[in-house]
């Protein structure tokens, strides 16, 4: 019932890899976005989510799809759900003396999902990036999940914004509860976006986001 992504898979392999586009789509949709295909046929999943990296695009995925990471250490090996694998910026729960060992994720199938991310033309690091999964019901949406990249120093969890969502048919009821989508975040200023325009491109990245995932434009 899950599916287990073991920490030398390369970007390419896994965003290609059946069983990762089938059930856990939303993954495979953020790690096409990653960098370049040089860097995807050479760089891993399993790096990413090790590197923490407040701009990278599979944490929030994680964060949203409850993936558990598998560690392994001189005491053993032990799992760490991902609301407390990421604990700050370029740092998790793994310690000095262990090792990622793979990332699992539940089955997502019958699920739409998007993911939408703003960033430089020159660079593929996200400015914000927000992954959306969704499961539809009679046209209305069922339940929700959303992740925020690299608006704070860990990935962030939109809660509200998912619970708002129950229900929604429309594109007027997705606009109305993604609103809410930056209440409580207190994302940074740097060289690319100030705090305001990042609150912005949250609001309107996650309307985006699952209005595709979806499928409704109305």
């Known amino acids: 019932d899950r599916v287990v992504i073991g920490s030398g898979a390369t970007h390419h392999a896994v965003m290609n890899d059946p069983a990762v586009t089938s059930s856990v789509p939303l993954l495979a949709q953020a790690t096409a976005t990653v960098a370049d295909p040089q860097i ?101 949406i069922a339940e929700a999940r959303i992740g925020l990249a690299n608006v704070g120093g860990t990935p962030m969890r939109a809660t509200a ?19 809410q989508a930056a209440d409580g975040l207190e994302p940074f200023a740097d060289e690319d976006a100030d705090v305001e325009f990042r609150k912005h491109l949250v609001t309107v990245l996650t309307k985006r986001a699952v209005a595709t995932a979806a499928g409704i434009s109305s």
Not at 163 to 178: N, T
């Open 161 to 179: 914004t998912e619970q708002a969502l129950v229900g929604a048919s429309s594109m007027a009821e997705i606009e109305a509860a993604c609103a």
């Open 40 to 140: 995807r046929h050479r760089g891993t999943v399993g790096g990413a989510l090790a590197h923490a990296d407040p701009r990278a695009d599979q944490p929030p995925v994680a964060l949203a799809l409850d993936a558990e990471f598998t560690i392994a250490g001189p005491g053993g090996r032990r799992t760490v759900p991902a609301a407390e694998f990421f604990v700050g910026p370029f740092e998790t729960a793994v310690a000095e003396a262990e090792l990622l060992v793979s990332a699992s994720f539940p089955k997502y199938d019958g699920w739409g999902s998007h993911y939408e991310k703003f960033n430089r033309t020159a660079q593929a690091w996200s400015i914000v990036g927000v992954g959306a999964a969704v499961r539809m019901d009679s046209g209305s």
